[in-house]
């Protein structure tokens, strides 16, 4: 009988904890009391799982390692999800920490189709941390978001992608948006030698998004942008297994409404259902994740795992451009670095701003290297 390992944190009280760890296997398993799924043979035998250990970490907090039978999940992306941290996720004293899967789960969710060394291939570019930009604020005209792309990518950025806030909306409607960018980049190949990579943003139902993967990649498109906690994770899988050919951004909007560790979430659940790099909320900037935090993330995402190929880290969330050396250093070479609003605040200056910026990033890479 083939198990996959979850590991929890719980809060409670010493004399009650015990009892939630119980709540917690039966809630990822049976959802009924121990008695009704003895009852039943094949759930007796198949179904009920076990605690594999309840630890005490501190200050009232344990780790609960579950380990959950592979038969509830079958090869459904959803249920895996649901058994993972379904019912459990609705408590707040109840985190999810990390989780383990046997060689019987391997098959149905296979991570990146391209990973680090596939994005590398399509913009040509080794040895130092890729840059990358956003098209934003949100309510441009496609005329005004093609001249914001024409300032950034003849600046040198590797890689230029949609805000998350751009959908479909009748400002930018997304196949005016995708063929003008497009356009430009081609110009700026053709005047400067600089392929740069456009990454629109899909949004909207399944089949919406469908609809937009199809047009963006027969104009050409050479890779894309989903928010699996906004589309769900099992439609990025899916998407990935039959849609797409190009490699995929995780975007990470709707991200902070679970209790689930952010290193398992991006280091491991986003790449696990196909992201071939993944946005993250970085330290230092607008929002409160730590530097351990986000070293955690990265490491986890470029760790060798099973039959997953690496994925790129792509800190982000109120950089400062000035920072690029710092965060060269701190995340290596094997990082995409995306910087927006520090360098659209330049306005006329925006070319030069980001051109240092590059700059600056490709010299520290050069340093890093040189230092070993």
């Known amino acids: 009988m083939d198990y996959f390992r979850v590991t929890y944190c719980l809060e409670a009280p010493q004399e009650k904890i015990e009892t939630v760890a119980e709540a917690v296997l039966l809630e990822q398993t049976t959802e009924t009391p121990r008695s009704v799924g003895l009852r039943y043979p094949f759930v007796r035998h198949h179904m009920m799982g076990q605690i594999e250990r309840l630890e005490p970490i501190s200050n009232g907090h344990y780790e609960l390692v579950l380990s959950l039978p592979v038969r509830g999940v079958e090869s459904d992306p959803a249920q895996f999800l649901n058994v993972l941290f379904g019912n459990s996720s609705l408590h707040s004293h109840i985190s999810l920490e990390d989780f383990d899967l046997p060689g019987a789960m391997a098959g149905f969710l296979p991570g990146p189709t391209f990973g ?93 998004i469908r609809r937009q993967a199809e047009t963006a990649q027969a104009l050409g498109v050479r890779a894309v942008m989903i928010a699996p906690m906004l589309t769900g994770l099992p439609t990025l899988h899916e998407l990935c297994r039959t849609e ?113 910026f590059v700059e600056e990033v490709h010299a520290a890479a050069m340093m890093l290297q040189k230092n070993g």
Not at 128 to 142: E, F, M, V, Y
Not at 290 to 307: F, G, K, P, Q, S
């Open 116 to 208: 680090i060394n596939g994005i590398r291939d399509m913009v040509g570019v080794t040895g130092r941390p890729l840059t990358c930009s956003a098209l934003k604020p949100i309510g441009l005209s496609t005329s005004e978001i093609a001249h914001l792309f024409r300032e950034l990518a003849y600046a040198g950025i590797d890689i230029i992608k949609d805000d998350h806030y751009l959908a479909d909306q009748s400002f930018a409607p997304f196949g005016e948006r995708v063929r003008a960018c497009l356009e430009v980049a081609e110009q700026v190949y053709a005047n400067s030698g600089h392929r740069v990579l456009y990454v629109p943003n899909l949004s909207g139902s399944p089949d919406t």
């Open 244 to 356: 797409l050919t190009v490699p995929v951004i995780a975007h990470p909007s709707f991200s902070g409404s679970n209790n689930i560790r952010p290193s398992t979430l991006f280091g491991k659940l986003f790449r696990l259902f196909g992201a071939d790099a993944v946005i993250f909320a970085n330290y230092g900037g607008r929002f409160s994740y730590a530097a351990d935090v986000c070293a955690e993330i990265a490491t986890r995402l470029r760790a060798d795992w099973m039959h997953v190929k690496p994925a790129f880290p792509v800190p982000a969330g109120g950089m400062d451009a000035a920072r690029a050396s710092e965060l060269v250093h701190f995340f290596g070479v094997d990082s995409i670095l995306l910087v927006g609003g520090s360098l659209l605040e330049a306005g006329e200056h925006l070319r030069e701003k980001t051109k240092r």
